[in-house]
């Protein structure tokens, strides 16, 4: 065993210890333990904040992307709204315990389905640091503990909010070995992680598709993930232009580096020319770069003209693809043949093809009349999320509190036998 993996497995293992104490917590105690850590990540503002300074600083020395930096960047709004966040999870319903259903037999056993915590949750991120909290307060929330892997980029602000956030823990005697942060940071760290069967009950990796695709092939631990964001907007034939130009605008502009940013906007024929020139000069005076179809350029002058690789593209930045479609039908194959079932939406005023995009778009989050954007836990009302999951099992699209549990069935007989 390497020294490596040995470091790996005594930080995992005594995560692992604590999965049991949490899981058998109150919700009052874990509801105070989050309140306690959004106190402790307020009051080490200061040192947070310049440890994140440090990592900017290595990103501009590292050539990191501005989409990277930007995910990277914490302020003191910033961080703010992370404290926020942990307080609005730690006063979220408690699920671990809840009947999901229950029935009699007609031997007369009684059986319950109900809510259980997964256990160890281990979760490798790239970039954004707020997930380190968010992580550790759906986790603690729903009865779980956690190990984190951050990538080297944010490393001093992770170590930060990780210290900080236990000792938030600590001052109301919650097991701090509950949200552990792999201090390290080389590479195989991760593949050791996925190595721990027995002790990680199941990865969720949040980031680039080279994270995700690494995680996959590497681990011997059930993992949870999403593909890339390629997130679509089909612009309908009975839209309302000025809606669907303020929607891309906030789908595209707000944040491109996030995964629920639009990629690709799908524009009807039969409004092509009425429509693409506005949302040409919208996207230009967001600093938007165009690439478009050989339709679009005729509407859109500085467009320039798309590949094929552009429609397979998650940009993570200020570039947008449009094309012109024949209707919904060619829309719908458009987004099912390039999309990654993410997050799609449809604009239009026609409830009946409104139906048919939401029922024939196979995404985990599909839209009618609104941005992409709010594919988001605390959007959803989850408070925050652990990441978006494009798989089928289990859990799709936020993972909040709920997607952190499992269950079990409780059976009650007064004797019986088979």
Known sequence: MSELLQRVTALATLAKQSARAVALSSTATRTTALMAAAKAVRAHAEKILSANQQDLAQAKVKGLTEAMTDRLRLDTSRLEDIAAACEAVAKLPDPVGEVVESWDRPNGLKIVRRRVPLGLVAIIFES??????????????????????????????????????????????????????????????????????????????????????????????????????????????????????????????????????AETVLVDKSIAAEFLPALGAALSAHKTEVRGCEQTQKFISAAKRATDQDYRTEHLELIINIKVVDGLEAAVSHIETLGSHHSDAIITSDESVARQFLAQIDSACVYWNASTRFTDGGEFGFGAEVGISTDRLHARGPMGLRELTTWKFEVTGTGQIR
């Open 128 to 261: 954004r640091p707020n997930v380190t909290v968010d992580a550790a307060a759906l986790c603690l929330k729903s009865g779980n503990a956690c190990i984190l892997r951050g990538g080297s980029e944010a490393v001093h602000t992770n170590i930060a909010l990780a210290e900080s956030f236990a000792e938030g823990l600590k001052a109301v005697g919650f097991p701090t070995a509950a949200v552990t942060l792999l201090p390290f940071t080389e590479r195989e760290a991760v593949p050791a992680l996925g190595s721990l069967r027995g002790i990680v009950d199941i990865i969720v990796p949040r980031g680039g598709p080279g994270l995700i695709e690494a995680v996959v092939n590497s681990a011997k631990v059930p993992v949870i993930k999403h593909d890339a964001g390629i997130c679509h907007i089909y612009v309908h034939a009975k839209a309302d232009l000025k809606m669907a130009e303020r929607i891309i605008i906030n789908a595209k502009c707000q944040r491109p580096s996030a995964c629920n940013a």
